[in-house]
T-cell receptor
Framework: DAGVTQSPTHLIKTRGQQVTLRCSPK?????VSWYQQALGQGPQFIFQ???????QRGNFPDRFSGHQFPNYSSELNVNALLLGDSALYLC?????????????FGPGTRLTVT | DQQVKQNSPSLSVQEGRISILNCDYT??????FLWYKKYPAEGPTFLIS?????DKNEDGRFTVFLNKSAKHLSLHIVPSQPGDSAVYFC??????????????FGKGTKLSVKP
């Protein structure tokens, strides 16, 4: 059983560009959450998707948007990239109706903005 | 304002001894607390969790203790092994609409277990 997968592994972009990151959840999971982890910090919640809708959102600007597809996979889009967007982007999947259940994380996408 | 705090950036322990990692939180409304372990170039891996209505949960070598009055939790690893060397994150969660909410993480504690 494949766990959470993310693509690409690494990405280098220029300031002002746009980027799309992809995530496939663990088999059977219906909820996908995205987190940003800056160097030396813990992961910070960006947003959560369930039933193809944004269910919850953290304190991130509108430049960060997402999508969930019918097969539960998800994309994270970031527009007008800033140097400060350089970070590890983590995707996590889980069951929405099992609040005590842990979120499973993927290996992350390392984004570098130059 | 950080709602979940891990005040020790690093901890070094001898193999076979106990490792104690600490975490403090400010929001008394959290419903669940979780510990994750992270190796370089990998995503966080779930270790153990505890509901806010419990004060202890044990799973093999890992035990989490919750002190609600002090808003403090700790992770005990006994005995510590070199393979436990990693960054440990404390996380907290509130129910959202009666279902799973997002995780709020501390900054992590780097544990080094020396042979």
């Amino acid at each position: 059983d494949a766990g959470v997968t993310q693509s690409p592994t690494h990405l280098i972009k220029t300031r002002g560009q746009q980027v799309t990151l992809r995530c496939s959840p663990k088999s059977g999971h219906d909820t996908v959450s995205w987190y940003q982890q800056a160097l030396g910090q813990g992961p910070q919640f960006i947003f959560q998707y369930y039933e193809e809708e944004e269910r919850q959102r953290g304190n991130f600007p509108d430049r960060f948007s997402g999508h969930q597809f019918p097969n539960y996979s998800s994309e994270l889009n970031v527009n007008a990239l800033l140097l400060g967007d350089s970070a590890l982007y983590l995707c996590a999947s889980s069951f929405v109706d099992r609040p005590s259940y842990e979120q499973y994380f993927g290996p992350g996408t390392r984004l570098t903005v130059t | 304002d950080q709602q979940v705090k891990q005040n020790s950036p690093s901890l070094s322990v001898q193999e076979g001894r106990i490792s104690i990692l600490n975490c403090d939180y400010t929001n008394s409304m959290f419903d669940y607390f979780l510990w994750y372990k992270k190796y370089p170039a990998e995503g966080p891996t779930f270790l153990i969790s505890i509901s806010s209505i419990k004060d202890k949960n044990e799973d093999g070598r890992f035990t989490v203790f919750l002190n609600k009055s002090a808003k403090h939790l700790s992770l005990h690893i006994v005995p510590s092994q070199p393979g436990d060397s990693a960054v440990y994150f404390c996380a907290a969660s509130r129910l959202y609409g009666g279902s799973q909410g997002n995780l709020i993480f501390g900054k992590g504690t780097k544990l080094s277990v020396k042979p």
